[in-house]
Every structure is written in structure tokens, then in C-alpha cells.
């Protein structure tokens, strides 16, 4: 199935252009979190969201999740790994599936923490987003799972069944549950780093206060698995400004058929500029998707 429209995210800005677009009739594929975002659950009070004073996250988080089931939009809980253009549709790879969808909403707000040292530049090349895509590359061999959340513990155990030794670092509070397959790490690592170590070795993971390179931990490759990855990666040529993907205010991207907003947008990271965000976005898409349908039959009518 080809889905209308993709949103990637479900906070404020992913719920928002979610509604819309399916009162807009259009299918709509909403990918993230079932339990929505984090970031609202925690919150003690929110003041200024519109006809709900002094709500608390918890309870705007399940007027947003009532709201949802109300009008039948389902959540797929996955994290998305790579949107690719492909001309006049989009391409999402997921650790379990591939969707495709005629247009994308990037609204998976901004990446918490920076990036370990090396891990841009080793990308692809012994660092990883995607334990189901890359496990079957480390056969027999050893692989490091930093993980921020414990939706990758299921992970671990699989990609514990296809290599020889499987580290795993958790970076939350909870207590990992994992097979005895998995070692269980402590240290928080700050770095990945190249080092030939063997023709077979092209990473490995340094841990926080280690100041030698024979402490180093070797490993054939290093799965990073946060909530989100950052757009620039997510997406490939998407244009940036800084840290946040560039928009204009129809909250159009560079790439023909992509719209981005909420935090992943810019400050203020506000809930209810998201949720404006999110709203202008999924019409910007709507107006879009009416173009190419217009331009199409266009083309029908003239080969006629």
C-alpha cells in the first residue's frame, strides 16, 4: 500500500498534522511511539495550550491518545531508519518493514544529547542505526548496542543469536532485561573511534575515562539506538539550518514533497507551536498532493 501521507513522529506536531490530514481524507501512516513523546509525559503543568489550563503532560498525552482513537488512526510503533525519494513517492525503511508513502512529515522533534565523537564520520563504516537492517553483517563476529531506550533490548537478544559477542550499554535509568548471551556494560561510552586493530575491526567503542588506547574496547561494529536519528541523516540532501531542518512557512523542505515541523523545526520548542506547525504542514502536503494529482492528469489528458 502506498500511503498518502507519512508522518514521522507523534508529538504535538506528528498528532496534529495527523488529525488534519485524515479529516482531509487522506491516508495517513503515523510511525513512532505508542506511549507519544517523552517530553510531554514528563511535563508537571502546561499554561498556555488553548482550552486546556493548567493540564498536566500526562493528561494532555492521553487527550491526545483519546483523540487519535477516536478518529481511528492507529499508530505503528517503529522507528524509522531512512527516507528515500524517489521521485514521485517516498521510500521508509523501519527495522521491520519497508512503507511508501506519496508525501513525508518530519515531525520527530530534536535529537536529546550530541553525538558520540566519531560517529558522523563512521557512519556506514562499522556505526550503525539499525540492528534488523546490518545484524546479519556481524556473523560470528562482536558488535557494541549503545541504547537510549529499552524498546532495543529485544534487539540485543537477536542480534545476540547471529554474532559471537554482543556488548550493551544502556544509557537509561531502568535495568535491562536481556538474554545471557548479552554482556551488560556500566561505562558510558563518548566515542567512536577507527583503529585497525584487524583487517576485520573498523570501530571501536571508548569508554568514559579511558585515557589509553590499550583500554579501548574493539569491536567489529557499534549499533547506536536512540529515539530518533538526526534528519540529516534520516533524510539524504535534506537541507539543514544548523540543527534544525530549514523551512519556509508553508513548512515545505527542499525535497518536493517533504514538510517538516514542530521542534525539529526550531525554537521555541513549544507544544502549541508545534501543533500549529503541524497543522500547516499536513495542508501544505494536502495542496501538494492536489498539484501532482492536477499535473498528472494533465499529462493523461494530453497524451490522449
Known amino acids: 500500500m502506498r500511503y498518502d501521507i507519512a508522518v514521522i513522529g507523534t508529538g504535538p506536531a506528528g498528532i496534529s498534522a495527523a488529525i488534519t490530514g485524515k479529516i482531509r481524507n487522506k491516508s ?25 489550563p493548567a493540564i498536566s ?8 491518545k483519546e483523540h487519535l482513537s477516536s478518529m481511528d488512526i492507529r499508530i505503528t510503533p ?15 525503511q523501519t527495522g521491520k518493514a519497508m512503507y511508501e508513502a506519496r508525501s513525508v512529515i518530519l515531525a520527530s522533534g530534536v535529537i536529546q544529547g550530541k553525538a558520540l565523537d566519531g560517529e558522523k564520520e563512521l557512519l556506514g563504516r562499522g556505526v550503525s542505526y539499525c540492528v ?56 558510558n561510552p563518548v566515542a567512536v573511534k577507527a583503529m585497525e586493530v584487524s583487517s576485520e575491526t573498523p570501530g571501536i567503542v571508548k569508554l568514559e575515562g579511558v585515557q589509553t588506547e590499550a583500554d579501548l574496547l574493539p569491536v567489529d ?43 525539529i523545526t526550531g525554537k521555541p520548542y ?11 504542514a499536513v495542508l501544505s502536503a494536502v ?17 490522449k
Request: net charge negative; glycine share 6%; charged share 25%.
Open 28 to 52: 495517513i501512516l503515523l510511525l513512532g511511539s505508542a506511549d507519544l513523546s517523552e517530553k510531554i509525559e514528563k511535563a508537571h503543568q502546561i499554561l498556555n495550550y488553548p482550552g486546556l
Open 57 to 64: 503532560g500526562k493528561e494532555l498525552s492521553e487527550k491526545l
Open 78 to 92: 517503529e522507528r524509522v531508519n531512512a527516507v528515500y525519494a524517489m521521485g514521485d513517492y517516498f521510500v521508509l
Open 132 to 187: 534488523t537492517c546490518d545484524a546479519q553483517f556481524y556473523k560470528n563476529k562482536t558488535a557494541a548496542i549503545i541504547s537510549y531506550n529499552k524498546e532495543t533490548e529485544a534487539e540485543a537478544d537477536f542480534l545476540a543469536e547471529i554474532a559471537e559477542k554482543v556488548y550493551y550499554f544502556p544509557m537509561y535509568k531502568n535495568d535491562p532485561q536481556v538474554s545471557d548471551k548479552v554482556q551488560i556494560m556500566q561505562e
Open 221 to 263: 561494529g557499534v549499533f547506536i539506538m536512540r529515539d530518533s536519528i538526526p534528519p540529516q541523516q534520516l533524510v539524504p540532501g535534506l537541507a539543514m539550518d544548523g540543527n534544525h531542518v530549514s523551512v519556509n512557512l508553508k513548512m515545505e523542505t527542499n525535497i518536493p514533497g517533504c514538510f517538516a515541523c514542530g521542534d
Open 270 to 280: 513549544q507544544y502549541i507551536r508545534a501543533a500549529g506547525q503541524g497543522n500547516t
Open 287 to 303: 495542496a501538494w498532493l492536489s498539484e501532482m494529482d492536477r499535473k498528472e492528469k494533465q499529462k493523461e489528458d494530453n497524451s
